[in-house]
């Protein structure tokens, strides 16, 4: 079975810095497209950053500038690095990558979540 750990979450000030990693276990032929996302209490689940197998990333708006999402290799651990951080952005960030199983047919997993809290 295929499990992905978040991990470097916690607490920063606004302004500071934080790296988030996934790292992923199991049975992983590939990785198609691995991505953060992050989740406050009552809101919907939103995209933070992406990024494909080829390399190209995705970043929304709110983060452009100061969050950078990269991965060393397919196999190797997902990293999201967040400067200037801000209050707003105190919330559950998850990790979620879409892997191919050997027939092809891609799954979506998920992490448990790391809490990020941004103090002003």
């Known amino acids: 079975q295929v499990q992905l750990v978040e991990s470097g979450g916690g607490l920063a000030q606004a302004g500071g810095s934080l790296r988030l990693s996934c790292a992923g276990s199991g049975t992983i032929f590939s990785i198609n497209t691995m991505g953060w996302y992050r989740q406050a209490r009552g809101n919907e689940r939103e995209l933070v950053a992406g990024i494909c197998r080829v390399g190209t990333t995705t970043d929304a708006d709110s983060v452009k500038g100061r969050f950078t999402i990269s991965r060393v290799n397919a196999k190797n651990p997902e990293y999201l690095e967040m400067n200037s951080l801000k209050p707003e952005g105190s919330c559950v960030y998850y990790c979620?990558?879409?892997?191919?199983?050997?027939?092809?047919?891609?799954?979506?997993?998920w992490g448990q979540g790391t809490q990020v809290t941004v103090s002003s």
């Open positions: 979620k990558a879409v892997i191919p199983d050997s027939t092809m047919r891609t799954y979506d997993y």
